[in-house]
T-cell receptor, first 113, second 113 residues
Framework: ETGVTQTPRHLVMGMTNKKSLKCEQHLGHNAMYWYKQSAKKPLELMFV???????ENNSVPSRFSPECPNSSHLFLHLHTLQPEDSALYLCASSPDPYQETQYFGPGTRLLVL | AQKITQTQPGMFVQEKEAVTLDCTYD???????LFWYKQPSSGEMIFLIY??????QNATEGRYSLNFQKARKSANLVISASQLGDSAMYFC??????????FGIGTKLQVIP
């Protein structure tokens, strides 16, 4: 099993839908992250979790709701999204928060119609 | 605020040639870390190389080397003997102390056969 996996890889949803993104890491790391990558913009950190506890919320709108049931799994629950939320959502993990080497998953490419 | 600048939106290189991808950074801190990620079209961010601000030697990892010039605040990535599989987006990033990681907007590298 590869280090960090994400499902689904592609997602199309309407603005009234509710969906969830899933991330799983098999590296034994304690910290997990959600990033948003939009075209022609730097990667934006959304949330940081350390030992299942959220340590950072980077002013993310409440229509994005993270959940970390354990150190290996991270979810991003989506509801009433806007078209500008269309982006690549990347999950990452590291041994501890802000340790220099973060390992990324392949991302979920989200399109909001 | 920490900032990463990548001024080359796109680069071309002939197969088997070397290429340098530019990165400059802005920080007043003495302790920080710089690293490079590769993102193929599949979306996954792949860690390539790391340089600590106190490291006296330039970091090297196989065909990748980081040309670290502290006084100029630059951390250029050098890829030697380019291969077709090197075609991807390349992101420079910086971590300052235990602050979150900041990414540049990336450089798209295309290797020509």
């Amino acid at each position: 099993e590869t280090g960090v996996t994400q499902t689904p890889r592609h997602l199309v949803m309407g603005m009234t839908n509710k969906k969830s993104l899933k991330c799983e890491q098999h590296l034994g790391h304690n910290a997990m992250y959600w990033y948003k990558q939009s075209a022609k913009k730097p990667l934006e950190l959304m949330f940081v979790y350390n030992f299942k506890e959220q340590t950072e919320n980077n002013s993310v709108p409440s229509r994005f709701s993270p959940e970390c049931p354990n150190s290996s799994h991270l979810f991003l629950h989506l509801h009433t999204l806007q078209p500008e939320d269309s982006a690549l959502y990347l999950c990452a993990s590291s041994p501890d928060p802000y340790q220099e080497t973060q390992y990324f998953g392949p991302g979920t490419r989200l399109l909001v119609l | 605020a920490q900032k990463i600048t990548q001024t080359q939106p796109g680069m071309f290189v002939q197969e088997k040639e070397a290429v340098t991808l530019d990165c400059t950074y802005d920080t007043s801190d003495q302790s920080y870390g710089l690293f490079w990620y590769k993102q193929p079209s599949s979306g996954e961010m792949i860690f390539l190389i790391y340089q600590g601000s106190y490291d006296e030697q330039n970091a090297t990892e196989g065909r990748y080397s980081l040309n670290f010039q502290k006084a100029r605040k630059s951390a250029n990535l050098v890829i030697s003997a380019s291969q077709l599989g090197d075609s991807a987006m390349y992101f420079c990033a910086m971590r300052r102390g235990y602050q979150k990681v900041t990414f540049g907007i990336g450089t798209k590298l295309q290797v020509i056969p």
